[in-house]
């Protein structure tokens, strides 16, 4: 019996009662590869991408995949595959896209503190466009492009200044945010981009958060980068094209993001309002492709009930799933094979082995568990491999891709002699 897919999830159902993604049960993959471990769906990335795709349907857009949700060479390689630029930040970042087949003229180079050494690495590459931060890093770009006798094109990244209404740590675009030159220093700033000889201004970009549910944010930055579109373009610098950033939300927990073309549809009626139709339009979606593409299986390893809390201790943890540590942020938490509808539930907080108490994965959960039943943390695919750490000296854990019935490992599990590898004992 095939029941319908999680919320959020269309390509993970449970059928007999078993959780499958596409045409693979997961109970087969945890058994073949171990946990925790890391799955992708292709469909779920390509059915994300399409959606921005149907958005931009007709107009000149280019989508650069925000590469720090999942930079996963296999991730890449589908995103790469399916025309996507990407958007990067740092000298690892590009050498991960390159080796995934990424093409050099898509690729955006983003971020605030970009060294001498990535800039020349961008530079010898060919890379599309250098998002630019600051004043400051302007003149630096500008004599390392001139010392290789280059010209680097760049775009400026303007702070529009609007709340996106998301948690503190993924808001961007405030005025106290380290992101960005302020709106009202904007033009003054294109001015000065516009006389260095070792630069060359294309475009304007802003990124004003992450996890944004919430159309308004959007729909004011726009009109605010719009304003400074009007104003650099007056003062005789052309402007090829507009990067309106990332930042759309997913759902976690019942969040209700707008769908990616209906947001666009608003989005491109206020470009076509000011007259900017021929405009090339970027954008640097990371979380929304990826985020619900991806679970991690994890084993439960023991159950301890206690006075306040019962815990569940799962085999995955914070090193491996960090965002709720760092953002209180929510995981479903779902059984790989369904319990009878009879079967006793307890409330849990779902905890990994590492020494701290910041290392939860779900809190209050309700769950009808015993040790050895596998469980898998929803919406995994963005901003967990990705930040995933070695603390306690915790391998990182393996990812496959799954497509249709085909299973893909795209990375193995990390063993402690890869750790190791680097360190050496002090000699004598
Ligand atoms: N672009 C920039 C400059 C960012 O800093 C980020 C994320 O922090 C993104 C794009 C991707 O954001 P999201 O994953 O929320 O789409």
């Given at each position: 019996?095939?029941?319908?897919?999680?919320?959020?999830?269309?390509?993970?159902?449970?059928?007999?009662?078993?959780?499958v993604?596409?045409?693979?049960?997961?109970?087969?993959?945890?058994?073949?590869?171990?946990?925790?471990?890391?799955v992708?769906?292709?469909?779920?990335m390509?059915?994300?991408?399409?959606?921005?795709?149907?958005?931009?349907?007709?107009?000149?857009?280019?989508?650069?995949?925000?590469?720090?949700?999942?930079?996963?060479?296999?991730?890449?390689?589908?995103?790469?595959?399916?025309?996507?630029?990407?958007?990067?930040?740092?000298?690892?970042?590009?050498?991960?896209?390159?080796a995934?087949?990424?093409?050099?003229?898509?690729?955006?180079?983003?971020?605030?503190?970009?060294?001498?050494?990535?800039?020349?690495?961008?530079?010898?590459?060919?890379?599309?466009?250098?998002?630019?931060?600051?004043?400051?890093?302007?003149?630096?770009?500008?004599?390392?492009?001139?010392?290789?006798?280059?010209?680097?094109?760049?775009?400026?990244?303007?702070?529009?200044?609007?709340?996106?209404?998301?948690?503190?740590?993924?808001?961007?675009?405030?005025?106290?945010?380290?992101?960005?030159?302020?709106?009202?220093?904007?033009?003054?700033?294109?001015?000065h981009?516009?006389?260095?000889?070792?630069?060359?201004?294309?475009?304007?970009?802003?990124?004003?958060?992450?996890?944004?549910?919430?159309?308004?944010?959007?729909?004011?930055?726009?009109?605010?980068?719009?304003?400074?579109?009007?104003?650099?373009?007056g003062?005789g610098?052309?402007?090829?094209?507009?990067?309106?950033?990332?930042?759309l939300?997913?759902?976690?927990?019942?969040d209700?993001?707008?769908?990616a073309?209906?947001?666009?549809?608003?989005?491109?009626?206020?470009?076509?309002?000011?007259?900017?139709?021929?405009?090339?339009?970027?954008?640097?979606?990371?979380?929304?492709?990826?985020?619900?593409?991806?679970?991690?299986?994890?084993?439960?390893?023991?159950?301890?009930?206690?006075?306040?809390?019962?815990?569940?201790?799962?085999?995955?943890?914070?090193?491996?799933?960090?965002?709720?540590a760092?953002?209180?942020?929510?995981?479903?938490?779902?059984?790989?094979?369904?319990?009878?509808?009879?079967?006793?539930?307890?409330?849990y907080?779902?905890?990994?082995?590492?020494?701290?108490?910041?290392?939860?994965?779900?809190?209050?959960?309700?769950?009808?568990?015993?040790?050895?039943?596998?469980?898998?943390?929803?919406?995994?695919?963005?901003?967990?491999?990705?930040?995933?750490?070695?603390?306690?000296?915790?391998?990182?854990?393996?990812?496959?891709?799954?497509?249709?019935?085909?299973?893909?490992?795209?990375?193995?599990?990390?063993?402690?002699?890869?750790?190791?590898?680097?360190?050496?004992?002090?000699?004598?």
């Amino acid at each position: 019996m095939t029941r319908p897919s999680l919320p959020g999830h269309p390509h993970f159902i449970y059928r007999d009662d078993e959780l499958v993604v596409e045409n693979v049960r997961l109970r087969d993959v945890a058994a073949a590869h171990g946990t925790p471990l890391f799955v992708y769906s292709k469909a779920a990335m390509l059915s994300a991408l399409a959606a921005y795709q149907r958005g931009f349907a007709g107009r000149h857009a280019q989508i650069c995949y925000a590469m720090k949700a999942n930079s996963s060479l296999g991730v890449l390689q589908v995103f790469a595959r399916a025309g996507c630029g990407f958007d990067i930040v740092s000298g690892g970042e590009l050498s991960r896209v390159l080796a995934a087949g990424g093409e050099p003229g898509k690729i955006i180079f983003s971020g605030v503190g970009k060294t001498r050494t990535e800039m020349r690495q961008a530079l010898a590459a060919g890379i599309g466009c250098f998002n630019v931060e600051s004043e400051a890093e302007l003149d630096v770009l500008s004599e390392v492009a001139l010392a290789l006798k280059l010209r680097a094109p760049v775009s400026i990244r303007v702070n529009p200044n609007v709340d996106p209404k998301t948690h503190p740590y993924i808001s961007t675009g405030l005025k106290d945010n380290k992101f960005g030159v302020a709106h009202e220093d904007a033009l003054r700033i294109y001015q000065h981009a516009a006389s260095l000889k070792g630069l060359r201004v294309v475009g304007i970009d802003c990124h004003i958060g992450s996890q944004i549910t919430d159309t308004t944010p959007y729909l004011d930055a726009m009109d605010r980068v719009l304003d400074l579109v009007a104003a650099i373009e007056g003062a005789g610098i052309p402007l090829e094209h507009i990067d309106f950033g990332g930042g759309l939300g997913i759902n976690y927990n019942n969040d209700t993001p707008p769908e990616a073309d209906a947001l666009w549809q608003q989005l491109l009626a206020k470009i076509d309002a000011r007259g900017y139709q021929n405009k090339k339009l970027m954008i640097e979606p990371g979380r929304s492709l990826v985020g619900n593409a991806g679970v991690c299986l994890t084993e439960v390893l023991y159950v301890k009930p206690g006075e306040h809390k019962n815990f569940c201790i799962v085999d995955a943890a914070m090193n491996d799933l960090p965002r709720p540590a760092m953002y209180q942020a929510f995981h479903a938490i779902v059984p790989l094979s369904k319990p009878g509808d009879d079967a006793a539930k307890v409330t849990y907080d779902v905890v990994g082995p590492v020494c701290e108490s910041g290392d939860w994965i779900g809190r209050d959960r309700a769950l009808a568990v015993a040790p050895g039943d596998q469980l898998a943390v929803m919406s995994a695919g963005a901003y967990c491999m990705s930040m995933a750490s070695n603390y306690n000296t915790r391998g990182r854990a393996a990812e496959l891709l799954v497509d249709g019935d085909k299973v893909h490992l795209i990375r193995q599990r990390e063993t402690v002699d890869d750790q190791i590898r680097q360190e050496q004992l002090v000699a004598g």
